[in-house]
């Protein structure tokens, strides 16, 4: 059914975030992404909370945002 929209949430461990720069870079990076609601990023213990709409986007396309800003995604 097309009016279901079913959202997802997931996390990424993301290595190399140290400051407000960094955390704008990946959450304004995710968001850019056709299908990701929200973003919570959370420098201390380096973990990226991600809401999505299942179908819209992979994890594998938040990883590779991720990576494209230079932060590496366990």
Do not use: F, P
Not at 1 to 13: A, C, F, R, S, V
Not at 35 to 57: F, M, P, R, W
Request: charged share 30%; aromatic share 2%; hydrophobic share 35%.
């Amino acid at each position: 059914m097309k009016g279901d929209i079913k959202m997802e949430q997931t996390t990424l461990n993301v290595k190399g975030m140290t400051c407000a720069h960094c955390e704008t870079a990946v959450r304004t990076a995710l968001l850019e992404l056709e299908g990701v609601t929200a973003v919570e990023v959370h420098l201390q213990d380096g973990k990226v909370n991600v809401s999505y709409e299942e179908g819209q986007v992979s994890k594998e396309k938040m990883t590779e945002a991720v990576e494209d800003q230079g932060y590496d995604v366990e």
